[in-house]
């Protein structure tokens, strides 16, 4: 197919009953860069979110290594019936599958496709390579680039990859969909210290401890270094124990440990506990992992205990999240500076 072609491939998709065409509404272009093993899901999750973030779609489906050139596009719309008029409102996916050669020219398959005057979101659902010359070029088209880091065989060294291209004034803006993960325990957490009678335990906190399962060790760095650059604390000693990973780090007050035990089963994050000078606080998933508990004690004595929903966050409501951000975050870019520290000590 050519542009023209798949343009009227999608006017004659958004027909409606009476001839008219159905109105597009697409408010963003977002490019995502599979493989066939993932394909099926990733289409899936931009299908649900079409509703909520109507868009232009492209999904390029790679397969480099494969030694005879293959191209093969479909389209197809999404389109929902408004009012009681019959008429609809559509957002639309191009579905670009590449073996052989195509694969290498992604940039020059993808940038005819997008939708002018609007925002590129490019997204790497699986592994990736920031060194390649096809992420390079992916890149030139974007606004901002999503990214999984919990998704890479050794999460330490992709996320060392990402704090390079959030540092990296010529990249676009970057996001991690594991960050997006953390974001209510780092919001409980912040709670905890909420009241003016707490505050004083930020600086006295002296271990913390954070249980995740294996897949989850992405997000416990991420969390492990979002405290530690939100609290003034410095990296300074890395070491394997029988249970994980222990950090070091100089706090205000003295030596912090930071504790990493893959030992959970059921949740990529499932407890994070933290010792104060007095009190300890704890933030943990229960009850079949759809709640979070935050409890702060002081020895055996309970002073405050508080449940909150989480739900499940599924692949399409966490993309969600990240389509509504433009800019850099420069928390998230704090967390990976210190996070790339304490994996180099």
């Not at 100089?250 to 959970?264: F, N, R």
């Amino acid at each position: 197919m050519s542009v023209e072609q798949i343009e009227r491939e999608f006017g004659r998709l958004r027909m409606n009953e009476d001839g008219t065409l159905g109105l597009r509404a697409s408010v963003l272009n977002l490019v995502a860069v599979t493989d066939e093993a993932s394909a099926g899901e990733i289409t899936r999750v931009v299908s649900r979110l079409a509703g909520r973030f109507p868009c232009r779609a492209i999904v390029m489906i790679s397969d480099p290594d494969e030694e005879t050139a293959n191209l093969d596009i479909r389209v197809s719309a999404f389109c929902d019936a408004r009012g009681g008029s019959g008429s609809q409102v559509c957002a639309e996916q191009v579905e670009v599958h590449t073996e052989g050669p195509p694969a290498h020219h992604l940039q020059s398959l993808a940038g005819p496709l997008l939708l002018p005057d609007l925002p590129v979101f490019l997204w790497y659902p699986g592994a990736f390579s920031a060194d390649s010359a096809e992420f390079s070029g992916m890149a030139d088209l974007a606004d901002r680039v999503i990214v999984n880091s919990g998704a890479a065989p050794d999460h330490g060294a992709c996320l060392r990859e990402i704090s390079g291209l959030a540092q990296d004034p010529a990249m676009p803006a970057v996001g991690d969909l594991q960050w997006v993960g953390l974001s209510p325990w780092r919001s409980l957490i912040a709670d905890l210290f909420d009241p003016p009678d707490r505050r004083g335990e930020l600086g006295q906190i002296h271990r913390v401890e954070i249980l995740h399962d294996p897949r989850g060790e992405s997000r416990a760095l991420l969390l492990t270094g979002w405290l530690a650059a939100s609290l003034g604390w410095r990296p300074e000693s890395a070491r394997e124990t029988d249970r994980g990973r222990e950090f070091a780090f100089a706090g205000p007050s003295g030596e912090v440990i930071v504790a990493l035990d893959p030992g959970s089963e059921d949740a990529s994050l499932r407890r994070v506990r933290l010792y104060g000078e007095e009190l300890t606080f704890q933030v943990s998933r229960h009850r079949e992992l759809s709640e979070a508990m935050s409890t702060v004690m002081r020895g055996e004595d309970l002073l405050g205990e508080r449940t909150v929903h989480l739900g499940f966050f599924d692949q399409d409501i966490i993309l969600g999240e990240e389509l509504r951000f433009r800019g850099r975050d420069e928390s998230y870019a704090a967390a990976l500076r210190t996070v790339v520290e304490m994996i180099d000590l």
